[in-house]
């Protein structure tokens, strides 16, 4: 395929690049230049009036809640999400095994018509959780990262005396591995040092919530003596989950130990949590990427997540930041985090991306790119969705 015309943001910085011509070729983008000509019997699209940005990367989502929406709006952090008592446990121990999959896949729907086009997320469950989530995908062209999570969660009590993870589990822990991407672990605070470790040995993409409430923070401190943050890092994760409350020292361990952070604003936020310091976590030097998390309490959107964070952190920092920095956070970032040849538009990169259509009544005029994007656009902008290499939502 050959997209002749076309306006894009190109490479790791995302440079807006007017008029130029794109050959996607083996689900790759092949040929990124102003003068090629199609090859024969080659599909070829004028682009004229369509912007191409990389397709979104939701690094957190948690989906299987699709049922609980504004459930419990009122309730604490804990009483809402937490793995062994939240409202949002008994919600999937006690929906059925359609009615769950009936929601996670319209949210799933939802995501590719705003266009995220990777979705990574912690599913609960245990086995049979990966599995419903794996079921659900099976005819949604979307791509997904899933990380899978055994219910198995220990008391203080086990924590302090650090019981280590039981020999009987094991056989789960390797099951559940082989039928999905990696663990994703609820937090330090359900786990002993023992456990965390035994997790570290796992050969898979590895992530954990880390320092999103003070409460957890301070759990921590009383149960452990130790950071949350650091205990999470004996994980060994590649990528750590929110970190809200946590240190300029946590921040510092995190950018030397892991390949980044992902952050959640809008679902910070809704929890009455504040939102995460990103000035700090940039200075510190770790790489962010952009998660829209539980669907419970917020909606799968990745234009509403850049909006807010860019908004909030200039209003709470009274300072300028550059648009171009929050929409990295939800494109190129999120493919650095996961090491996937994602979330960029370059020769040889994964052809996954949206065509904006630069003439929106929200849009034009389009003066600075990057700012319209994050500030802007919306799911009504979005003219096509392309997944490796092929259109699976909307036209050209």
């Known amino acids: 395929m050959l997209i002749k015309n076309i306006s894009i943001l190109q490479g790791s910085e995302l440079d807006f690049v007017l008029r130029t011509n794109v050959k996607i070729e083996n689900n790759n983008f092949k040929k990124i230049q102003s003068k090629i000509q199609p090859d024969t019997n080659e599909e070829s699209i004028d682009g004229e009036g369509l912007l191409l940005i990389p397709g979104f990367i939701n690094a957190h989502t948690h989906i299987g809640d699709s049922i609980g929406k504004d459930f419990t709006l009122n309730s604490s952090v804990d009483e809402k999400i937490h793995p062994v008592f939240g409202a949002k446990s008994r919600i999937l121990k006690n929906t059925s095994q359609e009615n769950l999959s009936n929601f996670m896949k319209n949210t799933c729907h939802s995501m590719l018509r705003k266009g995220i086009t990777t979705f990574v997320d912690f599913r609960e469950g245990g086995l049979d959780g990966v599995i419903l989530l794996k079921k659900v995908l099976s005819d949604i062209p979307i791509r997904s990262i899933i990380l899978g999570r055994l219910e198995f969660y220990q008391k203080s009590t086990e924590i302090k005396k650090n019981q280590p993870f039981p020999v009987n589990k094991l056989a789960d822990l390797d099951a559940l591995l082989k039928q999905c991407d990696g663990i994703g672990v609820s937090g330090a605070n359900e786990n002993s040092t023992l456990v965390l470790d035994q997790y570290s040995k796992t050969t898979k993409l590895r992530a954990i919530h880390a320092?999103?409430?003070?409460?957890s923070v301070s759990t921590s401190k009383k149960v452990t003596g130790k950071s949350e943050t650091i205990r999470?890092?004996?994980?060994k994760p590649h990528f750590l989950v929110h970190m809200t409350f946590a240190s300029k020292s946590d921040l510092r361990s995190t950018a030397k130990k892991t390949q980044g952070i992902v952050i959640c604003p809008r679902a910070n936020s809704s929890l009455a949590e504040g939102i995460p310091d990103i000035v700090s976590m940039q200075k510190a030097g770790c790489v962010l990427a952009l998660g829209t998390d539980n669907v419970m309490i917020n909606s799968p959107d990745m234009f509403r997540?850049?909006?807010?964070?860019w908004k909030a952190t200039m209003g709470i920092h009274k300072k300028r930041i550059e648009p171009k920095e929050i929409l990295k956070m939800a494109t190129v970032n999120g493919g650095k985090i996961l090491k996937k040849n994602i979330g960029i538009i370059e020769s040889g990169k994964i052809a996954d991306c949206?065509?904006?259509?630069?003439?929106?009544l929200d849009l034009e005029p389009m003066h600075n790119p990057h700012a319209s994007i994050v500030h802007r656009a919306s799911e009504s902008a979005i003219r096509a969705v392309m997944i490796g290499g092929k259109i699976v939502y909307g036209k050209i």
């Open 232 to 235: 999470a890092l004996s994980m």
């Open 211 to 215: 320092s999103e409430t003070e409460q």
């Open 354 to 360: 949206i065509l904006i259509d630069k003439h929106a």
């Open 305 to 309: 997540e850049m909006d807010f964070l």
